[in-house]
């Protein structure tokens, strides 16, 4: 078993990416954009799925209640 290693990345793309993200040149504010609208479309959904819940709540037909009020 060899244990020879050489000091280049597995990867020639490594050196490109680490040079990218260490320039300054990627924004920040594409992905605080995406954050945002994730997290409106979060509260949305979870608004829609609380309506539909009361909304099924409200019509159920529970005569096990209904009985017990009058």
Known sequence: MSTNRTAEPKFR???QIQAVATSGKVSARPTAAFELIAIVLLALSTLVA????SIGIARADL???????N
Do not use: K, L
């Open 13 to 15: 793309c490594v050196d």
């Open 50 to 53: 609380v309506t539909t819940v």
């Open 63 to 69: 005569p096990g209640v209904t009985r017990a009020a």
